[in-house]
């Protein structure tokens, strides 16, 4: 016989056994997972034909992939088995004909459910408590994240009791999941401090859970649905719709959009009514499951070495498109970082028309050859950022041009550097316009200093005419400097003005933001300010003061300590200070103080002389607990300017209100 089939099937397991273990180890997907599918599929098919050449080892007999020795190790009393995937409606009716015929019967109740894409996960309660947590690992072992599952606000650590007494022992097993807003949402602040956007809820949500600090944990906004169970002890259960309707009960959340369905037939009505709603479902769903409903059938189903014979995946066709990469040009940040942008033909995908994407850097063009002039596949990895998945290299016709990324600044014609250890190219010249523009903007943001008006086009006027070269520059203009601008007239130059002179008074925190140091985003800025108080004691801070810190690590303290040992930046923080700005110092939290531990706060309207965000960091340092809505357990509601409904809520339930002034004076006091 041929070496070609034995030769296939070790590279595609090979292949299949690297990709588990950047997914699931290491959290680090390099393909999406219909491209997986696919290279599973091509295995399954090759040992079908070669049932002699099927090993122990091959991943079509594995339930997943290995625990990471970063955590303590969890054997799963029953074992957490994947399920087998349907791509088309022929295939979910060959797996209905299947079940029928080992059951003996002529039509099967289904209850299907919406097939998020997050992290399985296990939660043992005994006597109603929640004792231990782990991940799904390879379906018998998994890790340990008790600690970290105990930061997701939707889990119960103590099981409801209202309806029902709480099992002697109950295993949980479910998904934990990000919503998609809530990724953009993380996204536009990582962007704002210069770091790499997440590419999927998936990933974050994943790696979320695996931190080694639950206090990280706890800062993301993590959700969990449960949709199984393990071993049961004290509970009866004899169906699916029994578990969804006893869950909530127990005060675990199940996803309410299931359904249960008499037959194939309706299971496939029900995956294409889902369908149609996936564009708008808050959560990422790669697709439906469907589970026979009786817990008695499933037992005379049985499972095969991988997957049960009772359930299966029907998964959606990716959302990825077709078109021509038409040009690639580079975009430069506030830190120098030169960017590959793609710019495409546009194409829909999802629902949403795609234009351009990044490409990050060109070690990432060259590892999916990409070439001018290629037709490429793209999609919006995690349904949310737009990415250029590989290039249809059989499709080229030899007019295609490879990139190289450029020796100069695209913009100032500096020559390009690239330190040793990292992927990116970066513009060294700190004057560069380009690099003072995107500095700007993020200077003014919202965050930052927020002042009103200043926009995009309006920066780039200014700086493309010479007025502003630096951010000192920003409250050196006058009204007739920027009369002289296009569409800037009198009144709106005057209102841009007082915006300005609105701003010249900043808290620490935002200013050290405002600043853009590499790693520093709102909470780490916040931070900064809580430890030293004074913008003094900071710029004379060394790495070691820094990661005594705990929102800061070394790679953050080593580029704070380097940002403020530039002359360059010491003397725009001068100049600045020389253009009028004064920055309010911020008495130092001493570590440990939990003077408010206990109270629950909730803020409503905007605040004068701190975002909302600041305020509950600083009431958090003090051991307080921040909340979202308003209930009979929250101690202060504080007002600020145009509150919301939170106010009357307040009001309502006889909980106490803070004027800014108060908050303050809370703040400040002793008690």
Not at 330 to 347: D, F, I, M
Not at 350 to 355: L, N, Y
Not at 518 to 540: D, H, K, M, N, Y
Not at 606 to 612: D, I, K, P, V
């Amino acid at each position: 016989m041929s070496n070609q089939p034995r030769d296939r099937i070790e590279r595609l397991c090979e292949a299949l056994r690297r990709h588990n273990h950047l997914y699931y180890v290491l959290d680090r997907p390099e393909i999406s997972d219909a491209e997986y599918d696919g290279l599973l599929q091509q295995l399954q098919a090759l040992e079908a034909a070669h049932p002699d050449l099927v090993t122990p080892d091959s991943p079509t007999q594995r339930i997943g992939a290995p625990h990471s020795s970063a955590f303590g190790a969890v054997a799963h009393a029953v074992p957490m088995l994947s399920l087998a995937n349907a791509f088309a409606h022929d295939e979910l009716r060959a797996f209905d004909r299947r079940l029928c015929e080992l059951l003996e019967t002529e039509s099967v109740r289904y209850v299907g459910e919406p097939k998020l894409d997050g992290l399985s996960v296990e939660l043992i309660y005994e006597e109603g408590l929640l004792v231990q947590g782990s991940t799904r690992g390879d379906g018998s072992t998994g890790e340990d994240v008790t600690a970290n599952l105990r930061t997701i606000r939707s889990l119960p650590l103590r099981l409801r009791e209202a309806e029902r007494t709480a099992p002697a022992r109950l295993e949980v097993r479910g998904e934990v999941y990000i919503e998609t807003g809530d990724l953009e949402r993380l996204n536009r602040l990582r962007i704002e401090a210069d770091l790499p956007p997440y590419a999927n809820p998936r990933n974050l949500a994943a790696g979320s859970l695996r931190q080694l600090d639950p206090g990280v944990t706890a800062q993301r906004p993590l959700r969990f649905y449960g949709y199984d169970v393990g071993r049961v002890e004290g509970i009866e259960l004899a169906t699916q719709q029994d578990l969804l309707s006893t869950l909530p009960l127990l005060g675990i959340p199940v996803n309410p959009l299931f359904s249960v369905c008499e037959g194939i037939e309706e299971a496939i009505a029900f995956y294409e009514e889902l369908s149609s709603k996936r564009d708008d479902l808050p959560y990422e769903a790669d697709g439906a499951v469907f589970k026979v409903d009786d817990f008695a059938s499933r037992r005379t189903a049985g499972q095969v070495s991988r997957s049960p014979r009772w359930a299966i995946a029907a998964k959606y066709p990716a959302q990825q498109g077709v078109t021509r990469l038409l040009d690639i040009t580079v975009s430069v940040g506030r830190t120098g970082v030169l960017t590959p942008v793609a710019t495409l033909e546009p194409v829909r995908v999802g629902g949403v028309e795609i234009s351009s994407a990044t490409l990050h850097n060109e070690d990432e063009i060259r590892s999916k050859d990409l070439r001018i002039g290629d037709l490429v596949v793209v999609q919006r990895a995690g349904d949310v950022i737009p990415q250029v998945v590989h290039s249809l290299v059989d499709q080229r016709t030899g007019a295609e041009a490879v990139f190289r990324m450029p020796e100069s600044c695209p913009v100032c014609a500096s020559p390009v550097v690239r330190i040793d250890d990292e992927v990116a190219h970066r513009c060294p010249n700190v004057s560069c316009p380009a690099r003072i523009l995107q500095s700007l903007l993020h200077f003014v943001s919202k965050g930052a200093l927020d002042i009103d008006g200043l926009g995009p086009k309006l920066l780039e006027q200014l700086v493309d005419r010479g007025l502003v070269v630096s951010l000192g520059d920003l409250f050196r203009l006058d009204r007739d400097r920027l009369i002289s601008l296009d569409r800037m007239g009198a009144k709106s130059a005057d209102n841009l003005l007082a915006a300005i002179d609105r701003a010249r008074t900043v808290s620490l925190a935002r200013f050290v933001f405002a600043l853009g140091i590499p790693g520093v985003g709102g909470s780490t800025a916040v931070a900064l300010a809580s430890a030293f108080g004074s913008l003094g004691r900071l710029l004379e801070a060394d790495e070691d003061a820094l990661i005594g810190i705990p929102e800061i690590g070394p790679r953050t303290a080593g580029e704070i300590v380097g940002f403020f040992a530039s002359d360059r930046n010491r003397k725009a923080i001068d100049d600045l200070v020389d253009a009028g700005l004064v920055i309010r110092e911020a008495e130092p939290e001493l570590p440990g103080e939990e003077r408010l531990a206990g109270r629950r706060f909730v803020f409503t309207g905007s605040l004068s002389t701190m975002t909302r965000d600041e305020a509950a960091n600083r009431v958090r340092r003090l051991g307080a607990v921040v909340g979202s809505s308003v209930s009979r357990k929250t101690d202060y509601v504080v007002v600020g300017e145009n509150p919301g409904s939170k106010a009357e809520r307040a009001a309502e339930f006889g909980v106490e209100t803070l004027t800014e002034e108060a908050f303050l004076a809370l703040l400040a006091s002793d008690a």
